[in-house]
């Protein structure tokens, strides 16, 4: 009988042991379960997981390792595993633990390329393996309280989205490492952007049939200083004194990424929306403005104590709008987001409750975002965004 079945805590793996595989340490702590494996090909990597999750874990260089081990009983050591390593990797990861029964949580984005959110889709499909993915801006107060207003009807329907984002911290998280590289990454619209491109979907109700990007490597192609850093992670040369943008140092070999693009987006219900972001501004938030029949909103800030304004009167320019709504959550980002995502993942695949999060819109946030990229690359071309198959995305 395994952990789930007799109701003790999970065996958890964690594959990846990089800055985002701290998210699983959320199900210890919810007492719903224990990390008892992790995988990683880097020596360092395994050591630093037994410092990060305990010294009796047991440890594989290979995810396939990991899936061959066996318990005392013959079955599988793990009941469920978090997949939080480089992007690229995730499809392979995915499939091959969907394939073997285990439940994943896959770290957004869910693949790099729209063959392999396809292929992931299809192996929990056919498997009928529990796959979630973890846009954990779903559960972001600002998020969800900007939701609730547009479902009271206090804007009306929506007609359009904008999303600015501002990623102040754009060169450490993103110039220093894989995410720098195309191979990697495919590109930041996707990588970054996919959290944003979700959530306008999420609050738009619908999903981009076609885009049109525009965007450039324009500041940190210009820096030489370059270094791999792959013997580091993230939190360990992450400064805020790196100011300004081109005194950073130390960045990734390979830079061959944009550090500023955009989007502009309809969707299959008639919304049209638009997404920007750049990686070297001095603030890192996000903004975003919904504009319905009836009203607009927009949010000012997107941690605990900011605000979403609405305003629902014909006025000249009035900055404090009609209605104010205080943002009570998230004081440190998303930290608090990743642990209801974390919970929902839980509980999903021990009673299959419904979830706020959605395997087929996360593999429609990569659709959307690796076609605004190729459109990017090729001198703003309109690019058709392909649905997902219906089949599919009913097993899912």
Not at 128 to 155: F, S
Not at 274 to 289: I, M, V
Not at 301 to 330: L, M, Q
Request: aromatic share 8%; net charge negative; charged share 25%.
């Amino acid at each position: 009988m395994s952990s789930t079945e007799a109701g003790s805590p999970l065996r958890l793996a964690v594959i990846g042991v990089g800055a985002r595989s701290y998210i699983a340490s959320h199900a210890v702590d919810s007492g719903s379960g224990t990390i008892v494996a992790v995988a990683d090909p880097s020596s360092a990597a395994r050591e630093r997981a037994a410092e990060q999750f305990g010294a009796g874990i047991a440890t594989f260089a290979s995810h396939r390792d990991l899936i061959d081990a066996r318990d005392a009983q013959g079955g599988s050591i793990v009941d469920a595993a978090f997949v939080t390593s480089p992007d690229h990797t995730h499809a392979e990861i995915a499939i091959d633990l969907l394939r073997a029964g285990i439940p994943v949580y896959v770290e957004k984005p869910l693949a790099i390329s729209l063959d392999d959110a396809d292929a992931i889709l299809a192996a929990a499909a056919e498997s009928g393996t529990r796959l979630y993915v973890g846009h954990n801006m779903r559960h972001m107060a600002v998020v969800t309280l900007m939701r609730d207003i547009i479902q009271r009807g206090e804007i009306g329907e929506v007609k359009a989205v904008w999303c600015r984002h501002f990623v102040g911290n754009g060169g450490d998280y993103y110039f220093k490492d894989w995410h720098a590289e195309r191979a990697k990454s495919n590109g930041l619209l996707l990588q970054k952007g996919a959290h944003d491109i979700d959530i306008i979907h999420w609050l738009a109700g619908g999903y981009s049939e076609l885009v049109t990007g525009m965007g450039g490597l324009s500041l940190y192609g210009d820096i030489t200083d370059r270094r791999d850093n792959s013997d580091r992670t993230m939190p360990e040369w992450f400064s805020l004194d790196a100011w300004p943008p081109l005194s950073q140092t130390e960045l990734n070999p390979v830079i061959d990424v944009e550090d500023i693009s955009m989007v502009s987006m309809r969707l299959d219900n008639g919304v049209y929306a638009s997404y920007q972001q750049c990686h070297y501004t001095p603030d890192y938030w996000r903004n975003y403005t919904v504009i319905g029949t009836e009203g607009r909103l927009e949010n000012f800030g997107d941690t605990d104590g900011a605000v979403v304004r609405v305003w629902n009167t014909r006025t000249t320019y009035d900055p404090a709008g009609d209605a104010e709504y205080r943002v009570n959550g998230d004081e440190r980002g998303h930290r608090d987001a990743d642990r209801l995502t974390v919970d929902e993942f839980i509980r999903f695949i021990t009673d299959g409750s419904e979830t706020e999060t959605s395997a087929v819109a996360a593999r429609n946030a990569v659709a959307t975002a690796v076609a605004a990229t190729e459109s990017i690359r090729d001198g703003s071309r309109p690019i058709a965004v392909p649905a997902v198959d219906e089949h599919v995305a009913t097993l899912v």
